[in-house]
């Protein structure tokens, strides 16, 4: 696991920064085309922070769609400093539908040993700059989530809302809501 998140963020600088060994055009401009089920999902690239009321911060990362997969992470940071908790996050284009994978570390960078299999959800419907996944069926090993939605909110605010389902017999919570910020 190790070795794959080093190649995951040496991917990353590979694609934004670099160039051809001739120099001459980037090496975000070569590749695969994207899969056309991904191409909607463009619009949650880039990195986005939320500074929150106690001082913690959570930040979200989403590189872009490239062949049939993006790849996203999650990190909070409190105000002490401590990151109790990373997610990786992939969507991938599969024959018949776009899947979200996502698994949760802990801050010491072990596995949660209560999400041992990844959340899987499915994507159930794409607007104009917006995205809901929900999971998918008996595999999603997704707990309490009725749905999650990615939007964007202008050019520079990506919304993150977490729905969690009704409990027997009662509401459901409201809705958890993050209104991230481009980072510059």
């Given amino acids: 696991m190790h070795r794959a998140l080093i190649l995951v963020a040496t991917l990353a600088v590979i694609g934004c920064s670099s160039t051809t060994e001739h120099g001459s055009q980037p090496l975000e401009a070569q590749g695969p085309a994207v899969a056309p089920a991904l191409e909607p999902l463009a619009f ?9 009321p106690n001082g ?12 049939s997969a993006m790849l996203g992470s ?23 539908r776009v899947v979200l994978r996502q698994i949760h570390i802990h801050g010491n960078f072990e596995p ?13 419907r794409i607007g104009a700059e917006s995205a809901t996944f929900v999971p ?19 050019a520079d605010m990506l919304v993150l ?14 809705p958890l ?7 510059r």
Wanted: proline letters at 8%; aromatic letters at 8%.
């Fill in 44 to 52: 949650m690239a880039g990195a986005w922070v939320q500074q929150q």
């Fill in 56 to 67: 913690a911060m959570i930040e979200e990362h989403w590189m872009p769609p490239r062949g």
């Fill in 74 to 96: 999650f990190r909070r940071i409190l105000g002490n400093g401590a990151v109790p908790f990373y997610e990786f996050t992939q969507i991938v284009a599969e024959k018949d």
């Fill in 112 to 124: 949660d040993p209560k999400r041992t299999e990844p959340m899987e959800l499915v994507l159930e």
């Fill in 136 to 154: 998918a069926g008996d595999r999603a090993n997704a707990g309490e989530l009725e749905r999650i939605t990615y939007a964007r909110d202008g």
């Fill in 161 to 174: 809302t977490v729905q969690p389902k009704a409990r027997e017999g009662k509401p459901a919570d409201p």
């Fill in 177 to 183: 809501v993050f209104r991230m910020v481009r980072c």
